[in-house]
């Protein structure tokens, strides 16, 4: 990652955006870790959300760990390129951040259990940026399937702004919106982690729990 550069803060209109491509990105028949497909269809009742918490090998982990998920994959999202490359993405020039998607069985977890393990493992007040690692891609950010989990969302999101205002803590920047596309990452970032295990990950949250409105399972 691209984690000691200083990148802009000021994300590009799609007027200046770079263009991308029509070629979808290649992505691996199976999850490395979990064993299932990482692009759908998915199984009925198997629910999506994205989430952008600063350099996505890291996140991923987090989240392919947490029992009732299906399946991880990550690429980029919030944007204006389509079919993105990593580079274009780290120029500042594309407006995606780096994201997750996470596919959850609703029978074995909850949105709620998903979303506290987002604002606890990042820092939500730090904009265009994550620790050392600074630009666009690095921004905050919950992309949620419909109404309803916006709603979810939205919910957290105040639950845990008040949280951290009463820890001292500074405003929650999070960019929160209904489902946006996803373009997958590349092959080599997929469960990046798992195939090297001391890889960088410059995740570091902000200590204060996250007290979700409604219970998690």
């Not at 692009?39 to 994205?50: C, H, I, N, W």
């Not at 500042?92 to 506290?116: F, I, M, N, Y």
Request: hydrophobic share 40%.
């Amino acid at each position: 990652m691209f984690f000691l550069q200083r990148k802009s803060t000021v994300l590009p209109t799609a007027e200046q955006a770079l263009p991308g491509r029509a070629e979808a990105m290649p992505v691996p028949a199976r999850h490395e870790v979990l064993g299932t497909p990482m692009v759908p269809p998915f199984p009925a009742g198997v629910r999506t959300v994205l989430l952008g918490l600063g350099c996505f090998w890291g996140a991923e982990r987090l989240f392919w760990r947490l029992p009732g998920v299906h399946t991880t994959a990550v690429g980029y999202a919030g944007g204006h390129t389509p079919n993105p490359t990593y580079e274009e993405v780290c120029s500042g020039r594309t407006a995606h951040t780096e994201a997750v998607l996470v596919a959850w069985d609703p029978a074995q977890t909850s949105l709620e259990a998903l979303l506290k393990v987002f604002w606890e493992a990042h820092d939500p007040t730090q904009g265009m940026r994550q620790g050392n690692d600074h630009g666009t891609q690095y921004r905050s950010a919950i992309y949620a399937a419909d109404a309803a989990d916006l709603a979810v969302a939205l919910a957290s999101r105040d639950a845990y702004a008040a949280a951290l205002a009463k820890a001292g803590k500074g405003a929650v920047t999070t960019e929160i919106h209904e489902l946006t596309t996803f373009w997958y990452a590349e092959a080599y970032h997929q469960q990046y982690l798992h195939k090297v295990p001391n890889g960088y990950c410059g995740l570091a949250g902000t200590g204060v729990t996250c007290p979700m409105p409604q219970a998690v399972a």
